[in-house]
């Protein structure tokens, strides 16, 4: 029964070449390498998981959803920014995977980047809803109206997981550290053509500065980079467009509407089953 299993399971060894650095201890990183023992399906985390199950339980990185949401275990694979999660070690070389923390980041430890700036530059942008008047988010009497083509505007933009590969795949962060960002920058697009929002003005500052948008070379590195589809490049040439419009005072958004009467008067489809009853 056993041996039938092992056939069935084919088991491949495979070189994991792995950046460690602990500041604490070393002077400069280096690569370390692990042998792998790899079966069909295992992806680069699980891989990283038996390392420090098997070999080594001193190795750093960061991790938790494991289906590719959190964004938590982003790094570089094999000269290629990607989530460990969702690559297969098999799928990527049958031989041999080197690893490293993402580019463009300080290295706190192993595999493990600095995401302080990242953060910090996200919250400049101001990534919530901004009304004039701050009794309508306070104290809300009802819900905004949103069809389906207004919220069409922004979606695909607020599928970001904020990941950090986007940055690493972009060469203006690799020169220019004060440059805000395809993630921060993709966010301020986000809301700013959220149909509800009214911060346009106030996020201007920051996404129209010498180190904002224009600084973007429009590379289209981290939309290729993006494993959610998020294209930030777009985003950011959104946001040009949006200041040229402004500049000659044709930029066009539709109010926030209220939920209306007719609004509420809406009912359900009767064809669609009703929810069985309460157990509690």
């Keep these: 029964m056993e041996n039938s299993k092992q056939t069935k399971e084919t088991v491949n060894n495979v070189i994991f070449e792995v950046l460690r650095y602990n500041p604490e201890t070393d002077k400069k990183p280096r690569l370390e390498e692990y042998t792998v023992k790899v079966t069909k399906g295992m992806t680069v985390l699980d891989g990283l998981n038996w390392i420090k199950e098997n070999l080594d339980n001193t190795l750093a990185w960061r991790s938790s959803c494991r289906m590719g949401v959190c964004g938590s275990c982003a790094m570089f694979i094999n000269g290629r920014a990607r989530l460990a999660c ?151 040439q959104l946001l040009k467009r949006d200041m040229f419009f402004k500049q000659y005072e044709k930029r066009k958004k539709s109010p926030a509407r209220r939920e209306t009467e007719e609004s509420k008067e809406w009912k359900p489809n009767p064809d669609i089953p009703k929810p069985p009853d309460p157990t509690v």
């Excluded at 706190?108 to 988010?137: G, M, S, W």
């Excluded at 920051?206 to 998020?230: I, N, T, Y």
């Design 86 to 236: 969702n690559n297969q070690i098999m799928h990527i070389n049958t031989k041999k995977l080197v690893i490293k923390p993402l580019p463009n980041f300080a290295i706190i430890r192993d595999l493990v980047p600095d995401f302080e700036d990242f953060f910090e530059k996200h919250r400049t942008i101001k990534p919530f809803l901004i009304r004039k008047k701050a009794e309508e988010l306070d104290n809300p009497g009802n819900e905004f109206f949103q069809s389906p083509e207004e919220l069409a505007n922004y979606i695909q933009f607020a599928y970001c997981i904020k990941c950090g590969i986007c940055l690493a795949a972009c060469p203006t962060c690799a020169t220019d550290d004060r440059f805000t960002g395809p993630m921060a920058l993709t966010q301020g697009w986000r809301y700013v053509s959220d149909s509800r929002d009214e911060g346009a003005e106030e996020r201007e500052q920051e996404l129209f500065s010498r180190h904002g948008v224009w600084r973007c070379h429009f590379a289209g590195a981290c939309s290729d980079a993006c494993p959610k589809g998020v294209d930030p490049a777009m985003a950011i």
